[in-house]
């Protein structure tokens, strides 16, 4: 991706990344039992996963062009994949009288993360990422 814009490189090599984890739909296929309800939980599957993972591909790109450092990538995808995907569901199933706290702290969190992003990765400077 040599001469490449930074937006092409956060928003491009991602893709390939999300790509990479389609191979998991014949798994689901072949898990649940070949039959057509398995093709079409192995299809969600898929563009829940590949879309999913792309956009951890953008979170992770930006990383690394903005720090210059494959540690912070690494450590993120570390920390994802320890943690996985909140499960909303189960917290307002657990605890039904506080559905909008749930969903409004969820809500707060990804806005604020995304809000001081920038702020967190400014470092003395990346290759990648000039001052």
């Known amino acids: 991706m040599a001469g490449s814009s930074r937006n092409r490189m956060i928003f491009l090599s991602p893709l390939w990344f999300g790509i990479a ?10 898990r649940i039992g070949r039959t057509s309800f398995a093709a079409q939980q192995a299809a969600f599957s898929v563009v829940f996963q590949t879309a999913y993972t792309t956009l951890f591909g953008f979170h992770c790109a930006f990383l690394f062009l903005r720090t210059g450092s494959l540690l912070p990538p690494i450590a993120s995808h570390v920390f994802c994949n320890i943690m996985g995907l909140p499960d909303l569901g189960d917290a307002v199933a657990r605890f039904p009288h506080r559905k909008l706290l749930i969903i409004t702290s969820h809500l707060l969190g990804v ?21």
């Open 21 to 30: 984890h389609v191979h998991h739909g014949w798994e689901v296929y072949t």
């Open 111 to 131: 806005a604020g993360y995304i809000y001081t992003l920038k702020a967190w990765t400014c470092g003395i400077g990346s290759l990648y990422w000039p001052a």
